[in-house]
T-cell receptor, first 111, second 113 residues
Framework: GQNIDQPTEMTATEGAIVQINCTYQTSGFNGLFWYQQHAGEAPTFLSYNVLDGLEEKGRFSSFLSRSKGYSYLLLKELQMKDSASYLCAVRGRYNTDKLIFGTGTRLQVFP | DSGVTQTPKHLITATGQRVTLRCSPRSGDLSVYWYQQSLDQGLQFLIQYYNGEERAKGNILERFSAQQFPDLHSELNLSSLELGDSALYFC????????????FGQGTRLTVV
């Protein structure tokens, strides 16, 4: 089976840095994904990790530790438009496998 | 624009009815996934098709069924609808090599009254 845990809600201030954690337990692993979803809209892809370490993409970075079943998404220089839900998803053993999503972390950015 | 097209965008129907949601994947994508998202809930995986064949099944009710056609578009059929089926239904597609994230359509918002 698969189990993915994220905090339900977080708040932060504009210009700050926030780290959203994700822990997972899966029977097979072939990548961890982070998506951003604004209310009522489609999830959009942010980052992908399959090897341990940090992947940086502009203001967003994602880290993975496979041995710990742990990932985080780091958002720097927060902007109001970053207020959204952030979804952690894990893919099973094969590239053809489905993505299983956590329940998401709702981030509110305040001025 | 993700390249994944879902129709209709909105659907209002009565309990007991049957509806069909349609998804056209990105050009070249062989995998199609269907997800259900109820209000303030996470994305629940329903079913996946890969190149016309069912690949994986999640918590999909027996009242729900899906198929993928030779041109790779997919349909999700929901029957004997209940109030609790009201949700956003997302379709996603992906290619199957390397860094293969899934791209999501804009979703169909189903309201059962």
């Amino acid at each position: 089976g698969q189990n993915i845990d994220q905090p339900t809600e977080m708040t932060a201030t504009e210009g700050a840095i926030v780290q959203i954690n994700c822990t997972y337990q899966t029977s097979g692993f072939n990548g961890l994904f982070w998506y951003q979803q604004h209310a009522g809209e489609a999830p959009t892809f942010l980052s992908y990790n399959v090897l341990d370490g940090l992947e940086e993409k502009g203001r967003f970075s994602s880290f993975l530790s496979r041995s710990k079943g742990y990932s985080y998404l780091l958002l720097k220089e927060l902007q109001m438009k970053d207020s959204a839900s952030y979804l952690c998803a894990v893919r099973g053993r094969y590239n053809t496998d489905k993505l299983i999503f956590g329940t998401g972390t709702r981030l509110q950015v305040f001025p | 624009d993700s390249g994944v097209t879902q129709t209709p965008k909105h659907l209002i129907t009565a309990t007991g009815q049957r509806v069909t949601l349609r998804c056209s994947p990105r050009s070249g994508d062989l995998s199609v996934y269907w997800y259900q998202q109820s209000l303030d809930q996470g994305l629940q995986f329903l079913i996946q098709y890969y190149n016309g064949e069912e690949r994986a099944k999640g918590n999909i009710l027996e009242r729900f069924s899906a198929q993928q056609f030779p041109d790779l578009h997919s349909e999700l059929n929901l029957s004997s609808l209940e109030l609790g089926d009201s949700a956003l239904y997302f379709c996603a597609s992906s290619v199957v090599q390397g860094n293969t994230e899934a791209f999501f359509g804009q979703g169909t918002r189903l309201t059962v009254v």
